[in-house]
Antibody, heavy 124, light 107 residues
Framework: EVQLVETGGGLIQPGGSLRVSCVAS????????MSWVRQAPGKGLEWVSL???????YYADSVKGRFTISRDNSKNTLYLQMNSMRVEDTAVYYC??????????????????WGKGTTVTVSS | DIQMTQSPSSLSASAGDRVTITCRAG??????LNWYQQKPGKAPNLLIY???NLQSGVPSRFSGSGSGTDFTLTINSLHPEDFATYYC?????????FGQGTKLEIK
């Protein structure tokens, strides 16, 4: 069964650091594009970061320089390292697999597998 | 960044109704447009990818259309389980952006 399970959320003080993890089963993380998407309480969805299968990484401006996406191929696990955390980083963090559909001449990407999310609360 | 604007923000309808949700992109995104459904306390679920392709396992009462800047999600004959929040998302370029959501409520 294709599945993503996030762990590592919790309560952290402003300025602190936290790493959330996402273990994948049923597919290979390193062969796919993988994203982190977050949702603040009562708010909409916000894309946070993306890692390509070739290892290239991309970030939302709101987290650039503070967050780092990475993966451990031996553990089939995706990570999000969050540093210099702010109150506005409080959210449920979802790990997401992207798949693609080809219609010449382009690939079209979409988020087809989501984890249940892990809750991160930044508060003093 | 490409801004995505959904309308309406909320919508009341009855079971059996046909509803349409609109998503407008700030600039042309070809068909790099996906639709998701989210129920309270749950992760989003993919409905439509590349503007009009129905994800496997999604009921055929859901359909999508559009290209360029204007897109629609249509739900024919609403079922009770369709009352949820719907989001569009562009995958044309990073940063990926979502619409603000449309909350579909029971009338």
């Amino acid at each position: 069964e294709v599945q993503l399970v996030e762990t590592g959320g919790g309560l952290i003080q402003p300025g602190g650091s936290l790493r959330v993890s996402c273990v994948a089963s049923g597919f290979i993380v390193s062969s796919n594009y993988m994203s982190w998407v977050r949702q603040a309480p009562g708010k909409g969805l916000e894309w946070v970061s993306l890692i390509y299968s070739d290892g290239s990484t991309y970030y939302a401006d709101s987290v650039k320089g503070r967050f780092t996406i990475s993966r451990d191929n031996s553990k089939n696990t995706l990570y999000l390292q969050m540093n210099s955390m702010r109150v506005e980083d409080t959210a449920v963090y979802y790990c997401v697999r992207e798949s693609r559909w080809f219609r010449a001449p382009s690939y079209y990407y979409y988020m087809d597998v989501w984890g249940k999310g892990t809750t991160v609360t930044v508060s003093s | 960044d490409i801004q995505m604007t959904q309308s309406p923000s909320s919508l009341s309808a009855s079971a059996g109704d046909r509803v349409t949700i609109t998503c407008r992109a700030g600039r042309s995104i070809n068909i790099y447009l996906n639709w998701y459904q989210q129920k309270p306390g749950k992760a989003p679920n993919l409905l439509i990818y590349a503007a009009s392709n129905l994800q496997s396992g999604v009921p055929s009462r859901f359909s999508g259309s559009g290209s360029g800047t204007d897109f629609t999600l249509t739900i024919n004959s609403l079922h009770p389980e369709d009352f949820a929040t719907y989001y569009c998302q562009q995958s044309y370029s990073t940063p990926y952006t979502f619409g603000q959501g449309t909350k579909l409520e029971i009338k």
